[in-house]
């Protein structure tokens, strides 16, 4: 008999029929003697309806109470789900965070898990009860209600998979796993059977919607092995596991992430001497701007020429950061470019390969798409190019490294 979390989003929470649906196979589960507890999600839309409503009263409402607000999607689904599931003669039960004891620290609608306490939840289970849990929230030491930051469901799935020891933590949703590239853009992607934990974060980080960041980071620190898989329909979906094992047929790539949601600047004849990424940078951490990827050119005639590259929404306000320090050293001009996109490819298997890199920029050239910036990691390639190459890039790069289905999907 294994124990299992299954933590079911915001669309597989829907509607009431979805919800009766979820029970079904809550059930089935049970049935095979599993034991079984549950998280779920607001129903899609309501999060963000209920911060609407919010933002009626002021724009920026005080984060306390924004979380006393928002936590209530998710006290309406716990409860709708342990209704269903008890029509269907299984015994249920929901709770809240505050009442299974998710304590998290006291950062308001950002609040990181600390500590949950099992015991009220396993001697339901002991009773034959299914525990229905409300994703996203919890509540700090003096027992405020908090919440996890969006998409944090998964986090408390994985949360309390690690607490009670689960044997699994499936994470169901509108996919049916997570692809070797988005499926949109490439009609070839193929659903990975497994990935590992450090190969999914950079594919989250890179923009992967499928799983929320956080969630990843916690399922690889405790070692919970994670199923992404489809809400009503069958099929194995994808393992997310620590298992690197050799295998021969181990490729060399896993998968290829992208975002469009960069933005680079560069700035031109700065003198180069000690200090200077710091000059640079300093004001641009300073007014809160996280930086991706940083250039800096080696220079000729002692000046250099420094790019970086920030999220686009930071754009504006990163320019006029960077606008300032030129002023004020001299700098010969700030230059900004917000046509660009990132791609980058990721696996383990470029450990044990020479030549990942190359084989990238080959077939990027083939496709005369130019690179402006390059960035490596251990397991990572990535590259910035002109957005408007951006699928081609994609899909030049599935092909390149072998992960193009057979088979389109529907052909
Ligand atoms: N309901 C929350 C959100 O929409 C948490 C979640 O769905 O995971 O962000
Ligand atoms: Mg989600």
Excluded: W
Excluded at 44 to 61: F, W, Y
């Amino acid at each position: 008999m294994a124990l299992i979390v299954q933590k079911f989003g915001g669309t597989s929470v829907g509607t009431v029929e979805r919800i009766e649906q979820v029970a079904e196979k809550v059930k089935k589960f049970r049935e095979r003697g599993d034991d079984i507890v549950v998280v779920v999600s607001a129903m899609s839309g309501e999060t963000n309806r209920l911060i609407d409503l919010a933002k009626q009263i002021c724009d920026q409402p005080v984060p306390r109470e924004l979380d006393v607000m928002v936590s209530t999607g998710e006290q309406v689904t716990i409860a709708l789900l342990a209704m269903a599931l008890i029509k269907r003669g299984v015994p249920a039960v929901s709770y809240t965070g505050n009442q299974v004891r998710i304590l998290t620290d006291s950062a308001h609608t950002k609040a990181r898990i600390l500590h949950i306490d099992g015991q009220r939840i396993q001697s339901d289970l002991k009773a034959g009860r299914v525990v229905v849990v409300a994703g996203f929230q919890g509540v700090d030491d003096k027992g405020n209600i908090t919440t996890l930051g969006r998409g944090g469901s998964d986090t408390t799935g994985v949360a309390l998979a690690a607490a009670l020891k689960a044997d699994e933590c499936q994470i169901y949703t509108d996919v049916d796993g997570v692809y070797t590239t988005d499926p949109r853009v490439v009609a070839k992607a193929q659903r990975l059977e497994k990935i590992t934990f450090e190969e999914m974060l950079e594919m989250a980080s890179l923009g992967s919607k499928v799983l929320q960041i956080r969630s990843v980071e916690f399922a690889g620190k405790y070692n919970v092995p994670l199923r992404v898989l489809h809400s009503f329909q069958e099929g194995p979906g994808t393992l997310i596991t620590l298992d690197e094992e050799e295998s021969m047929e181990q490729p060399i790539i896993s998968g290829i992430a992208f975002n469009r949601d960069e933005a680079k600047l560069t700035i031109r004849g700065v003198p180069d001497t000690p200090g200077i990424a710091f000059k640079i940078l300093g004001p641009i951490s300073a007014a809160n701007i996280e930086v991706d990827m940083i250039v800096q050119n080696v220079a000729h005639d002692m000046t250099t020429d420094f790019t970086f590259t920030v999220h686009r929404n930071d754009y504006t306000n990163a320019l006029k950061v960077l606008q300032n320090t030129a002023n004020e050293m001299g700098a010969r001009e700030v230059i900004g470019d917000t046509n660009i996109a990132k791609v980058s490819i990721v696996g383990v298997g470029m450990r044990s390969h020479a030549g990942v890199a190359s084989r990238m920029f080959e077939a990027l050239a083939k496709e005369s798409i130019n690179i402006q910036m390059i960035s490596t990691s251990e397991i990572k390639v990535s590259v910035v190019i002109e957005e408007k190459y951006l699928e081609l890039a994609v899909r030049a790069l599935h092909t390149a490294f072998e992960l193009d289905a057979p088979t389109a999907r529907g052909e």
